[in-house]
């Protein structure tokens, strides 16, 4: 959480200094401490049972923070050139739409679908869950 | 009366009553659903994740992505794609990071509102008496700036009044609600998001057969250039920081969704919800980006003049399809609407009932939870339209208040309160103090000219929130690390 509290630090820096100075680059800075904290909440939640399997510390985890990184990067590097299109899109807007926006569905809705009751929510583990909680009583 | 840019036909008319007739049905049906407190504020453990999923979508596109949306992306580009693009596929990822522990959560306490969760979670009715605050309050703010929305879509949809469009949409909306409450709205809300998906396809082929899909006409336009085709749009380039972070991580943080992790019938149905909730979202944003451009397209081959109102592009490219098109596309318009008014007036009315009276401490009996909660519907929806027509100023200012609002109470609450147990009370408190009382004051402070963030305020008030509590928890212990609720342990190792 210090490490998810220092990015957003980071992040508003960015975007306020790099905002009032129209430092691109600083707000490109900023836009990979994004790129950052979305890995570090992933890594907090996509753990069971305190345990992360390296599958999914590889993909979905780190590959949703490099997808990112790549889009950003793309889009900095190509903002408001006038360029020849890819797939009728501007390389800014094709980098967007296929890295961040496809990117992220792949590292996130295809790897949920994938990976759901292996390693995001196995059986066992909620059948665990279950028992513990069976013999308590209901908290209030 | 404003310009009649889509001529009402039979068919739209006809599209539109049955749209209306089939929500209040399913919302009667949901009535056996809302017998119980959990029922009626909640839907507590009740459905599928097909019905999840729809309904989470629809609840979460609202009114604003299918016509402020449009409009942004005419006046400015690719920059406020961003907020769409990031928000689908977070879907998936806020139910990666704490979908399964929101749905723990049910099993471990009775839960029938977000407040719920947190006061079991921080053993604390402070915590829970601020967040329903907070809740009620942006719920309110915020369907209040849908009001004229709403009504301008039933003028333009129906030929009628503004005045009438609003009692016609909020009367049939509350026909429902009153009967079955967060149980109806979901139902009504799964529905709503298939004639959505029904209109997007509609968009689809509309958009492609009247542009063909490449946008160098506009990259090549004097009206428009490069700026309107690359990859950030002509907005300040940070505000691509804002849009990227607070609408992907931040969808985890949306009532319209957080509430829906807990209302899943069993634990494998969070798998469809979370990927069906995704990717029906992901389709919905093409509305904004396609009739976005579309517009934008319609302008740069001169065959419409350019728009003053923002909030006319979507209309203008809609005006430009057939007839059934147009049918499919406006009902899909009312279907985001009425689906966002009708969660945010049942977790209003949740917030209140439950939750802010008990923090009070006059827990109202279950028994009678459910009867004052139907007359705070009334309350809320009356206050809503009455704000919304009549707020001027106020209006303007608290319409802001959405989703950064909803992020910075709820991602320190749930995702840092899920996900850390050293997270405590005591830095919860202090958080959500701080994110009422910035997300109020800092709207204000820009509205009146006194001071503005380079950024969208929104940004500093979530994170603000998270680094307070993260601060703060590393000197507090209340309901945190030992002091954890022992009940709380088995969430934690899910």
Redesign the interface.
């Known amino acids: 959480?210090?490490v998810?509290?220092v990015c957003?630090?980071f992040?508003?820096y960015?975007?306020?200094v790099?905002?009032?100075a129209?430092d691109?680059q600083l707000?490109y800075f900023?836009?990979l401490a994004?790129a950052v904290?979305?890995v570090v909440?992933?890594l907090?939640?996509?753990v069971?049972?305190?345990k992360m399997s390296t599958t999914v510390l590889i993909w979905?985890v780190l590959l949703?923070g490099i997808f990112?990184a790549i889009?950003?990067t793309?889009?900095?590097t190509?903002?408001?050139?006038?360029?020849d299109?890819i797939m009728?899109?501007?390389?800014?807007?094709?980098?967007?739409?296929v890295f961040?926006?496809l990117g992220?569905?792949v590292?996130?809705?295809l790897?949920?679908?994938m990976l759901?009751?292996s390693k995001?929510?196995p059986?066992d583990?909620?059948e665990?869950?279950?028992k513990?909680?069976a013999g308590?009583?209901?908290?209030? | 009366m404003d310009e009649q840019l889509i001529q009402p036909s039979p068919v739209i008319i006809g599209y539109t009553i049955v749209f209306m007739l089939v929500s209040i049905a399913i919302g009667w049906y949901a009535n056996k659903f809302a017998k119980t407190a959990e029922g009626f504020f909640g839907g507590t453990k009740m459905f599928g994740g097909v019905v999840i999923g729809l309904a989470s979508a629809a609840a979460v596109m609202s009114a604003f992505g299918f016509i402020g949306g449009p409009g942004l992306v005419y006046k400015f580009g690719f920059t406020s794609i961003w907020m769409t693009i990031a928000c689908g596929p977070g879907f998936a990822y806020g139910y990666w990071v704490i979908g399964k522990r929101m749905r723990a959560m049910a099993d471990v306490t009775d839960v029938a509102t977000l407040p719920d969760i947190a006061r079991v979670r921080f053993q604390s009715q402070a915590v829970r008496g601020i967040l329903a605050i907070g809740l009620c309050a942006a719920a309110v703010a915020y369907l209040s700036s849908q009001v004229k929305g709403g009504a301008k879509l039933m003028n333009q949809m129906l030929g009628v009044s503004e005045e009438w469009g609003v009692a016609i949409m909020f009367g049939s909306t509350l026909a429902y609600m009153l009967v079955s409450g967060m149980s109806g709205s979901i139902l009504t809300d799964a529905f709503q998001g298939l004639v959505m998906l029904i209109g997007v396809f509609g968009v689809i082929i509309a958009y492609f057969s009247m542009t063909g899909g490449d946008l160098s006409v506009i990259m090549n336009s004097p009206q428009f250039g490069p700026t309107f085709v690359d990859g950030a749009g002509a907005m300040p380039f940070q505000l691509v920081i804002a849009f990227a972070m607070i609408f992907f991580i931040g969808v985890m943080g949306q009532p319209t969704m957080l509430a829906k992790m807990y209302s899943v019938k069993s634990h494998r149905d969070l798998k469809v919800a979370g990927i069906l909730g995704g990717c029906s979202y992901g389709l919905t944003s093409l509305v904004w980006i396609l009739v976005g451009y579309g517009a934008m397209w319609l302008v740069a081959t001169g065959a419409s003049a350019p728009i003053k109102d923002l909030d006319k592009a979507a209309f203008l490219f809609v005006s430009k399809t057939g007839g059934v098109l147009q049918a499919l596309v406006m009902a899909a318009l009312l279907a985001a609407i009425v689906s966002t008014a009708s969660f945010f007036i049942s977790l209003a009315s949740g917030a209140l009932t439950r939750d802010l009276a008990g923090a009070l401490g006059h827990e109202i009996p279950v028994g009678r939870q459910i009867v004052i909660g139907r007359y705070l519907q009334i309350v809320v929806m009356i206050l809503c339209i009455g704000f919304g027509y009549w707020g001027g100023r106020a209006v303007a200012i608290l319409g802001t208040l959405g989703w950064g609002f909803f992020a910075s109470v709820t991602i320190p609450t749930f995702t840092m309160g899920l996900l850390w147990r050293r997270c405590s009370r005591e830095a919860i408190i202090l958080a959500l103090i701080f994110a009422v009382v910035a997300n109020i004051a800092c709207p204000i402070l820009e509205n009146f000219k006194i001071w503005r963030f380079p950024f969208p305020y929104y940004l500093f008030t979530v994170g603000g929130a998270v680094i307070i509590a993260t601060v703060v928890s590393f000197f507090t212990d209340g309901a945190a690390g030992k002091n954890l609720p022992k009940q709380m342990e088995p969430v934690f190792k899910l």
């Open positions: 959480m210090l998810a509290a957003w630090g992040v508003i960015a975007s306020w790099g905002g009032a129209k691109n707000i900023g836009l994004c904290l979305t909440y992933y907090m939640g996509a069971v049972n305190e979905p949703n990112q889009a950003f793309i889009v900095y190509t903002k408001g050139q006038k360029m299109f009728g899109m501007h390389p800014g807007f094709f980098a967007a739409m961040f926006w992220n569905f590292t996130a809705t790897a949920y679908l759901f009751s995001a929510v059986d583990e909620w665990r869950f279950q513990e909680i308590q009583e209901k908290l209030h």
